[in-house]
């Protein structure tokens, strides 16, 4: 009882703490963020790039058979599933603080070795040993955002925090499309596409070392006298009245208490396995519709007949909806219940790809396009708050990241399946497997998840 009333009366802190406090250290967690999304979208954006310098191979020449930009995409997300699922509890047990000073060294040195690797396989084996990095990373965001922020205002925190990492996605696809014709002091163009985005990754290392651990973590371990120190710093003299909580927790406690034991906060307790098995069904079906796009858009636009170069700019000009997509869809993340938001956004995604699978003429292509990051954005500023909100202090990192590794999981297997479908039956082929994977999403979330929205982490 002890250990849940200091929890509750730390959270309450959190949860009145002014924006001033809250804010700044949103975007030092989204900084370290926007590489972490940079590497994912270079995917996209170099893949045709690998092609044209003879790096990458079509059809029968890649590996395994199908093109080489399906391997690439899958030993990303392999990587991202091997981060996720075996190290996100390191998050729990060591602290989010710790995770964001490992994950962005580790991430700049594999992209470093990527872009001096010569042939497939070493550009692969560089991007799974990356992703396994990035991986760990993203869910720690989560987690940390999620108990920073208070139930009023959460939705909208990680809709700025998207807007803040998706802007990496506009300025790959530029750098990308600076870089394909060129070769600068000796080196391929797609090489310095990774060199810049590594570099940039490790002063960001040191920009966000100010960034204080999660008072709510050191809280749940029995850490009480740092978690108040923390909150105290953050209030800065500028505290709120929290919501009420009981008496006995309205001022720090001194002794830490026992912590709850092990089997108490698994993913797969009784009280959480309905959400755990909901939220991995959602994950499976939700990457194949998100990252289907975000991973292929250049090669689908190359598909209906566009040149490379084209088919970059392109997929560059759908690319500036990504960080102004999060910023629109912002004032909706408070005012809807959150899994009605998942479940509409992925019914939209459904019904553009199959629109977007249609269309052959550039302007067609970019309005459906930018349409369905709309809505995919929408999905993912919502789902990424949904999922670590609904899973306790002691096991948030552990249970998002076992759920949310299924994505990464699913998404390289359907690489393989996307490049498959492309060659034997073609665009339309792609977006009718992806949006049979968005409505599968939407039943899951949409018909299985519990309410969550203005509610405190305590209380959901």
């Known amino acids: 009882m002890q250990q849940i009333e200091a929890e509750r009366s730390v959270g309450a802190r959190l949860d009145a703490l002014p924006a001033r406090a809250v804010w700044p250290l949103v975007v030092l967690i989204s900084l370290g963020a926007f590489f972490e999304f940079y590497d994912l979208m270079m995917t996209a954006y170099i893949s045709p790039i690998l092609v044209r310098d003879g790096v990458f191979h079509l059809g029968a020449r890649g590996l395994f058979g199908l093109d080489d930009q399906a391997s690439f995409a899958a030993a990303t997300f392999l990587g991202l599933f091997v981060g996720t699922i075996a190290f996100a509890r390191i998050a729990d047990r060591f602290g989010r603080r710790a995770i964001f000073t490992f994950s962005l060294i580790w991430y700049t040195a594999a992209t470093l070795v990527m872009a001096a690797a010569n042939g497939p396989v070493g550009v692969d084996l560089a991007r799974f040993f990356a992703g396994v990095g990035v991986g760990v990373e993203l869910v720690t965001i989560d987690a940390y955002l999620a108990e920073l922020a208070g139930p009023g205002r959460r939705g909208r925190v990680f809709a700025v925090s998207q807007a803040i990492q998706f802007t990496a996605v506009p300025v790959v696809a530029f750098v990308s499309l600076a870089l394909a014709p060129r070769t600068v002091l000796g080196l391929a163009g797609w090489r310095w596409v990774a060199i810049l985005g590594a570099a940039a990754a490790l002063a960001v290392w040191f920009i966000r070392a100010r960034l204080p651990e999660s008072p709510r973590w050191l809280a749940a371990h029995g850490r009480l006298a740092e978690a108040w120190a923390i909150v105290e710093r953050l209030e800065g003299g500028h505290a709120r009245s929290p919501a009420p909580v009981s008496a006995t927790a309205s001022a720090p406690i001194a002794e830490a208490p026992k912590p709850a034991p092990a089997a108490a906060v698994s993913p797969f307790a009784p009280a959480w396995r309905g959400r755990t098995v909901m939220l991995t069904v959602f994950n499976l079906a939700q990457a194949i519709g998100y990252y289907g796009f975000a991973n292929w858009a250049p090669a689908l636009i190359a598909a209906r007949g566009h040149p490379i170069l084209k088919s970059l700019l392109y997929g560059a000009v759908i690319a500036i909806a990504w960080p102004l997509s999060s910023l629109a869809c912002a004032p909706l993340a408070d005012r809807l219940e959150r899994r009605r938001l998942i479940a509409l956004a992925c ?114």
């Open 347 to 460: 019914l939209a995604t459904a019904a553009l790809g199959l629109l977007f699978g249609v269309q052959t003429a550039p302007a067609a292509l970019i309005v459906f396009g930018v349409a369905i990051v709309f809505s995919n954005n929408l999905m993912s500023l919502a789902f990424h708050a949904y999922q670590a909100e609904v899973f306790p202090t002691l096991v948030r990192a552990r249970a998002a990241g076992f759920v949310y590794a299924w994505s990464r999981l699913s998404t390289a297997l359907s690489s393989f399946a996307i490049a498959a479908l492309l060659r034997a039956a073609g665009v339309g082929a792609v977006f009718a497997f992806i949006a049979l994977a968005m409505v599968t999403a939407a039943a899951a979330v949409g018909l299985f998840g519990p309410p969550a929205r203005g509610r405190a982490l305590e209380t959901i």
